[in-house]
C-alpha cells in the first residue's frame, strides 16, 4: 500500500470536517429562526415543490444533524480505511468536502421556506434551491481537491 507524507490525516480531516461544520451551521439557522416556524415542520418536498411528509421540529432538527454527522464520520472512515489505489482516500474526501456544505444548504433551506408560514402545508420549496446548494457543494469539493493535493 503506497502512503503519502502526512498519512491519511489531511483525508480524514476533509472529508468530517465539514459535514460537522454544516451541522454547526445547520443548528444556528434552526436556533435564528425556530420562533417563526410552524409545528409540526414540512420534512420532506414532493414533486411541485409541495410538502408530503411532516415531523415535529425537534425530529427535524434531530435526523437533519444526525444525517450531516453521519455522512461526515461514513466519509471520514472511508478516506482512513479505503485501499490507497487511483486516489481513492483523496476522492472520497473531496465527496465528502462537498457533501458537507450540500446537506447544510438544501436542510436548512427547508427550515428558511418555512419562516413565517403558520402552516408547514403551505410551503413551497421551488426545485432552483437544489441548483443554490450545488454551488456550495462544488465550492468545498474544489477545496477538498485542492487541500489533498499530492505534494
Known amino acids: 500500500m503506497r502512503r503519502h507524507r502526512g498519512g491519511r490525516g489531511r483525508y480524514v480531516a476533509v472529508a468530517g470536517l465539514p459535514g460537522v461544520a454544516g451541522a454547526l451551521v445547520f443548528t444556528g439557522v434552526y436556533l435564528a429562526v425556530r420562533e417563526r416556524l410552524p409545528q409540526p415542520l414540512a420534512s420532506h418536498v414532493g414533486p411541485g415543490g409541495r410538502p408530503d411528509d411532516f415531523m415535529s421540529q ?67 420549496f421551488p426545485g432552483w434551491y437544489l441548483a443554490t446548494a450545488a454551488v456550495p457543494a462544488a465550492v468545498g469539493a474544489a477545496t477538498g481537491w485542492a487541500l489533498t493535493r499530492h505534494r
Open 58 to 124: 425537534g425530529g427535524f432538527v434531530a435526523t437533519a444533524v444526525a444525517v450531516q454527522l453521519g455522512m461526515a464520520l461514513l466519509f471520514a472512515v472511508l478516506a482512513r480505511h479505503v485501499p490507497d489505489r487511483d486516489s481513492g482516500p483523496r476522492t472520497l474526501a473531496v465527496t465528502g468536502a462537498g457533501t458537507g456544505p450540500f446537506l447544510c444548504v438544501l436542510m436548512a433551506q427547508v427550515l428558511l421556506a418555512q419562516a413565517d408560514v403558520s402552516d408547514a402545508r403551505d410551503m413551497v
